[in-house]
């Protein structure tokens, strides 16, 4: 790819590196809002289907934990962190706390229609089986909490 992207940092010139670091908070903003809008979209979805999921205006605390951070980050990267991209040291806090909080904006989105399907009026394995089907967005969790201690660790 243009710039170096796709290679390792000791296969690019400093030229391209150069390139990168100008780049960069323009793939780290594109890097934060599409989980945000997506998280965002589910919340309409479970908003259409029960007003009540979670208790009253759960969607608007969740929705304001997936929303508010991330225009934070994006103010943060265009921002400050823009002029100490050489030092990077800004960036990966950014970069570590948006995981923080799109770990736990994950946590919340999942725990969202367990009210509905405990009030649900079928049978038990209907239930145990939807349940298992919703808790397979967990597995995303999982991941995140992965990436995010190999970010801060290594």
């Known amino acids: 790819m243009q710039f170096g992207f796709g290679r390792h940092y000791w296969d690019i010139n400093y030229g391209q590196l150069q390139q990168v670091v100008e780049i960069y908070p323009g793939v780290a903003v594109m890097y934060f809002w599409p989980p945000a809008l997506t998280k965002l979209s589910l919340l309409c979805i479970f908003h259409g289907i029960d007003k009540k999921m979670g208790f009253p205006y759960y969607w608007v605390l969740v929705a304001a934990v997936t929303i508010i951070p991330t225009i934070a980050y994006t103010a943060l990267i265009v921002g400050p ?74």
């Open 81 to 154: 962190c823009k002029s100490l991209v050489e030092n990077t040291v800004c960036l990966n806090r950014v970069v570590i706390s948006q995981a923080t909080t799109n770990i736990l904006s994950d946590l919340l989105l999942i725990a969202m229609p367990i009210p509905m399907l405990i009030r649900l009026h079928i049978p038990r394995r209907r239930k145990i089986t939807l349940g298992l089907l919703l808790s397979f967005g967990s597995s995303s969790v999982y991941q995140s909490i992965a990436a995010l201690v190999f970010r801060v660790c290594y």
